[in-house]
DNA sequence: AGCAAAACTTGCGTGCACGCAAGTTTGCGC
DNA sequence: GCGCAAACTTGCGTGCACGCAAGTTTTGCT
């Protein structure tokens, strides 16, 4: 299920779809994110700047599939080999954490990058939003005999959650004016994602039926 | 705490908003929302195209609005304006299901409308997302025990759900080669909402600390 | 091998989003 | 009233997204 399709065809576009992906970050990180061009983009890859918006419907997008790459289907693979008496809540939040914590993802520079321009931290939020049909198909799967949409929302519920756990921690520390500083500069991204998905666990529970199994940490 | 900042001024601005709305809807439909520019909008309203921009940041934006309004605001009014023993779960369905059935929400023809164009379908589904915050607010009122980040991933959830239950609404009826046609051609607004925000509720319960009270229906 | 259909690339043209730097209007303190 | 500062509008210029209609490559079929 890796790769479908014919050879040589798909082979070629993917390579493109690579080189663009490359092409466009590197530039980004060399140049920074405002001196790039699509032109450049296309350039620098081979192709036709017409051609690039084949690949991609933004300037963005490339650079923000050079780091996301395959995420969202390897989530949707650690959710479906779960092991069937597995919580699924535990399963997805386990699935997302290591995926986001995965060798690939980005270094400081990156994401000193992505803070920089505000289209490129809307485009790389706006891309947690593609886990959302895979998920749902992984999650369809383990619970059979609901209807789909469950499955639906609560795969777009965790992409919400994953959203605002992400914006939370590309965040720059704010200095409130309400009371003293009692917001933590940050966090790690791991415990941010914990925190922001902890609360859709009495949700992931009772669509696969479990009893109502309270809190089993804290 | 309906009208803040100083008079003249804010009037003005928000009569050519209006305007602007109002054109927009008007000519798209009229003419078909693929035939209007932004400068036909903008000429209409009697501004010029720039600060058409000024005011929506895509030609669809103005439709949509049009359409929307203030809808936002009224689903966080109703949750907050909630009476204090009320399960939060059903405060927030029930507010929004009514909001979608309000008087000034699409009839038929703006409906198709929509349909029509993806620009327009999809800027009509991403106006969800609007409620996030003020309905983050919100619950965040009630729920102030907690940490605020809670009450914005579950916000987050119920515009996902809304999100996913309009997706379906505006499909035209779906033939899926799978199994016989076990897929239904479409449900009224109501339900499709309340089927897709139910998941959700064991979550809004727990945030509540409320007794993890299963299903009173069905 | 040969060939027709399907898929992909490319140049062109149009409309759009938005930064910038004037011009114009409104708000406000005196 | 007066005048300055802040807010808003507007024209301009640049880069971008995308439909369309050739050209080119790949594929499946015979």
Known sequence: MT???????E??????????????????LERG??????????????????????YFSSR???????????????????VAALPAGARLADGVIDAIV??????GEPGRDTLLLITTSPALRNAFLNATAAIERPL????????????PYTARVLAASVAAAVHVALERWLQ??????????????AGSLPDLLRTALAPLTPALDAAEKRPPRDEQHR
Chains 1, 2 share one sequence.
Do not use: F, M, W
Not at 34 to 46: C, H
Not at 172 to 185: I, Q, R, Y
């Open 33 to 54: 994110p405002d001196n790039v061009r699509v032109d450049d983009i296309a350039e620098a890859a081979g192709v036709s700047p017409r051609t690039y918006n084949n």
């Open 11 to 28: 082979r070629k576009k993917q390579v493109t779809r690579e080189a663009l992906r490359e092409a466009a970050l590197r530039l980004a």
């Open 60 to 78: 963005e997008e490339a650079i923000v599939a050079a780091i996301s790459a395959e995420r969202e289907s390897r989530v949707a693979a650690a």
């Open 172 to 185: 720059p520390a704010t200095t409130s004016p309400t009371a003293g500083d009692l917001v933590v500069p």
């Open 136 to 147: 749902a198909d992984a999650i369809n799967d383990r619970l059979d005999e609901t209807d």
């Open 98 to 103: 290591e995926q986001y914590t995965a060798p």
């Open 3 to 9: 790769t479908r399709r014919t050879g040589l065809r």
